[in-house]
Structure formats: C-alpha cells, structure tokens
C-alpha cells in the first residue's frame, strides 16, 4: 500500500522540483529604504515662498492646500536641508 501511494506521489514531486529549478532566477537587490513619497521641488517651492508670509493657513489658503500640508512640506524641506 505504501508503494502504491509513493507511486502515485513521485511524478508529481519530480515536476515539483523541475518548476523549481527552472523558475528560478536571479532576483534584484531590495531598496534598503522606503521610497519616497513627497516632492523635494515642490516642498522647496513652499519653503521659500514661506519666507513672505506669518501663518501655514495664509499660504496654504494662496496655493490651494490645507495648512498642515503646507506645514508639514516645510517641515520635511527644513529637515532635507538640515542633514
């Protein structure tokens, strides 16, 4: 009985192991870091035009964004810069 089903087994561990081998290719490299998810332009265009005004709201209310976008940009422009 036990030759019976490791008859019936065999063919499918061979194919199995065929896919195995032949699907195996080299695999790239993974990124060491998360990718990025904001623009480093965009978030300079900000940070200078920030320099003319006192409140994220007054900004962000001139570009079309909400204040804790247009904060949170600086920010990240302040910490690019600072590194």
């Not at 081998?21 to 490299?29: G, I, L, Y």
Request: glycine residues 2%; contains cysteine; proline residues 6%.
């Amino acid at each position: 009985m036990f030759d019976d089903c490791l008859a019936a087994i065999q063919p499918v561990m061979r194919s199995l192991r065929m896919t195995a081998v032949v699907t195996s290719e080299p695999s790239q490299p993974r990124p060491r870091h998360r990718p990025v998810d904001s623009d480093f332009e965009a978030d300079a265009r900000l940070a200078a035009a920030w320099k003319n005004h006192t409140r994220y709201a007054d900004l962000a209310r001139e570009q079309g964004l909400q204040a804790i976008e247009v904060k949170r940009a600086i920010d990240r422009h302040r910490k690019r810069t600072k590194r």
